[in-house]
């Protein structure tokens, strides 16, 4: 049975930093990607930043050059290093892997609470 177990969310004022960590659990087959998407109190989830098992990276344009995502391949496991956080960010975050075809795996964690104030 597939376990995304996500930790590091948290509050923090504005122009702090927070790393979020998602480690994988009962793989049992090859994951094409791992990613962080967010979702606020009446908006839908939306992709915030993903990474390929050979490392490609991709950014939502309003966290481009503040977050940072990167991956274990040999733990299962993707961080996201969110520095400069707004107000905007304030969000559950969820952590979701991917195998192929992505119709048969595709798997969320949780959540995890991102809370930027002051």
């Known amino acids: 049975q597939v376990q995304l177990v996500e930790s590091g969310g948290g509050l923090v004022q504005p122009g702090g930093s927070l790393r979020l960590s998602c480690a994988a659990s009962?793989?049992?087959?090859?994951?094409?990607?791992m990613g962080w998407y967010r979702q606020a109190p009446g908006k839908q989830r939306e992709l915030v930043a993903a990474?390929?098992?050979?490392?490609?990276?991709s950014y939502a344009d309003s966290v481009k050059g503040r977050f940072t995502i990167s991956g274990d391949n040999a733990k299962n496991t993707v961080y996201l290093q969110m520095n400069s956080l707004k107000p905007e960010d304030t969000a559950a975050y969820y952590c979701?892997?991917?195998?192929?075809?992505?119709?048969?795996?595709?798997?969320w964690g949780q959540g995890t609470q991102v809370t930027v104030s002051s």
């Open positions: 979701n892997v991917m195998g192929y075809p992505p119709s048969e795996y595709d798997y």
């Open positions: 009962g793989i049992s087959f090859s994951i094409t990607a």
């Open positions: 990474i390929s098992r050979s490392g490609t990276t």
